[in-house]
């Protein structure tokens, strides 16, 4: 049996790694587009703060560990898929053939059409290669402008800030995380930033980018025209799907799959960031380009491409981010449901913040803010969709008994209910 993985981010490997040890004579194929060893981009931002040198960012740290696995590894980028005689066809022009095929190849920066974005020292922040390049520019005391403030964005923007940058960062949104944060919560995490040092421009968007000697003029739509020396786009990610589009693997915002990983097309399965899977507490499929949805569905993945029967139990709609500091949360439906209740309580002094969304009796999404001591509190009731009861009313009038709610609407529901970790 021949497998071929197209990816060799965290879904890529762990995909190997199982099915290697389910399937010891099988011949593994590991595909990836970079000249590094297996990587997590989400280690980069501590490369750029120095905790972690290069190395620190490989997935695995023992020498030959692919040797030893007898996981062939190959550099190459899919440019499209024959599925009737499965091969799949790489940039170089040659072919693989596979018996056995998953899916994993991520996603991309989204390159804003913004004038000058080719210019020397423009750069997204997603691969070694990018890195290498922003440490060298990213000195102390460095103008550093950053397009984007989301999830991704915020990490970076923790790294540049330890850096000693004077960082400014631009987002389109009226609020900074705006995919996951609600205005109340966005606008404190503006407050908490510019409190930091940061200068901060929401509903605000880069124009231009034109070069000034070794430097940057960017200008903003309707607004200022600001110096950098170094500019980072960070304006939000996209499945690197568009190999497949003359193939017949049904793609939605990613490649569709069903509960065991499967694509549209059979022997054909996708993990990782590329992937759509279903996700319980929304009833809808989803991309949700979060590590350990990452890990475990490329498990699901590679059990089935050995004929061991899995089924993957629902995609977490979890980020946790800690912004210069300031921890904030966010859960299946953050923004609320349609014909839901809401209450909020918000303690701008002290930093606190929290948001809970009800439909019936149940907490389908929440926020929150300085919070930290109710975040697995918080994943239990959403993904567990506990029946609250009468803890429902109680919630609205004290929105801090969480707790309280969890132990005593959980323990009676059984399989349903996520044991809340501390």
Not at 68 to 75: K, S
Request: aromatic fraction near 4%.
């Amino acid at each position: 049996m021949q497998h071929v993985i197209l990816g060799a981010g965290p879904a890529g490997v762990i995909a190997a790694e199982t099915i290697r040890k389910h399937a010891p004579a099988d011949r593994i194929v590991l595909v990836g587009d970079e000249p590094e060893a297996p990587y997590s981009r989400m280690a980069i931002p501590y490369l750029l703060i120095g905790h972690i040198g290069e190395e620190g960012t490989h997935l695995r740290h023992t020498a030959g560990h692919f040797e030893a696995l007898r996981i062939e590894r190959r550099q190459g980028r899919a440019k499209g898929i024959d599925s009737g005689r499965k091969q799949v066809h790489l940039d170089d022009g040659s072919s693989l053939a596979y018996d056995r095929l998953l899916i994993a190849t991520g996603s991309s920066p989204v390159r804003p059409p913004i004038a000058g974005m080719d210019l020397p020292h423009v750069h997204s922040c997603w691969t070694l290669a990018d890195a290498r390049a922003i440490a060298q520019r990213a000195a102390k005391g460095a103008r550093v402008l950053q397009m984007g403030a989301g999830f991704i964005g915020c990490i970076i923007m923790e790294a540049l800030a330890a850096r000693g940058v004077e960082l400014t960062v631009v987002e389109m949104g009226d609020r900074m995380v705006p995919r996951m944060m609600g205005p109340t919560a966005g606008g404190m995490i503006k407050a908490w930033c510019e409190a930091k040092g940061v200068r901060v421009f929401t509903g605000a968007r880069v124009e231009a980018i034109e070069a000034n000697g070794s430097a940057m003029k960017v200008k903003l739509a309707g607004g200022p025209t600001l110096d950098a020396d170094l500019v980072i786009s960070a304006t939000g990610v996209k499945p690197n799907i568009g190999f497949l589009k003359d193939s017949p693997i049904k793609c939605l915002v990613g490649v569709l799959t069903d509960e065991h990983l499967q694509t549209t097309v059979e022997n054909v399965y996708a993990a990782g960031d590329c992937a759509e899977a279903f996700d319980i507490v929304s009833g809808k499929t989803i991309v949700s380009a979060i590590q350990p949805n990452a890990a475990d569905q490329a498990r699901v993945a590679a059990l089935n491409m050995v004929g061991r029967r899995a089924v993957l139990k629902g995609v977490t709609q979890i980020n946790v981010l800690d912004t210069l500091g300031l921890i904030s949360t966010s859960f299946g439906h953050w923004q609320g449901v349609p014909g839901g209740e809401q209450v909020e309580l918000t303690d701008r002094a002290a930093g606190r913040h929290l948001s809970l969304q009800f439909k019936d009796d149940v907490l389908v999404g929440c926020n929150s803010i300085g919070w930290t001591e109710h975040v697995g509190v918080m994943r239990g009731l959403v993904e567990g969709q506990v029946k609250l009861g009468e803890w429902k009313q109680r919630l609205q009038r004290d929105p801090t008994l969480l707790m309280e709610a969890y132990l005593a609407s959980a323990q009676g529901q059984g399989a349903r209910a996520l044991v809340a970790p501390k």
